[in-house]
């Protein structure tokens, strides 16, 4: 089981449990995704905002070496990387993030891991969806002061609340 948020057309979900790296690849697979392939900065700081919702622990990505190369579980090889200094340093083929300052490392072991689907995952799979919620700061040209347990219905899981200066009371 998962959960995670949406990101660019992906859903990006954080393992409830800790594996090697190989057994996680197979994991993200068995339910239609992959290991997270982390290809931009933008992409790179979505996923380090997903992990802000884990456990404090590092994370598996999708990124190996094989003959040499640094790739990822498709096949492509890693452009863009977050590399710590001084990484890879050859203590493994398989990559982690860092939970403390998101960088990555070549890692051998067991931890949680973060898989990547191109379509929402079912709700067997993916089955808390966490979302922010902003709250606006009027409406209908009213400024909202006060905040009901209304403006949460159909948000059974929240992962952040952003509340304008002027309410005063929830």
Known sequence: ?????????????????????????????????????????????????????????????GAYKADGLWQWVDGEVVGYNNWDPGEPNGNADTAQIYYSNFRWDDAPGTMYYICEWTEKPTEDVFVISLQDIEIPSEINDIPVTAIADSAFKNNKYISSVVVPDGVTTI
């Open 1 to 61: 089981l998962f959960y995670g948020l949406e990101y660019n057309g992906h859903y990006y979900g954080l393992s409830q449990n800790r594996l090697s790296w190989e057994d996680a690849r197979v994991s993200c697979e068995d339910v239609g995704g992959k290991l997270v392939s982390i290809n931009t900065a933008d992409e790179q700081a979505f996923v380090e905002k997903l992990l802000g919702l884990a456990p404090s622990e590092n994370h598996w990505i």
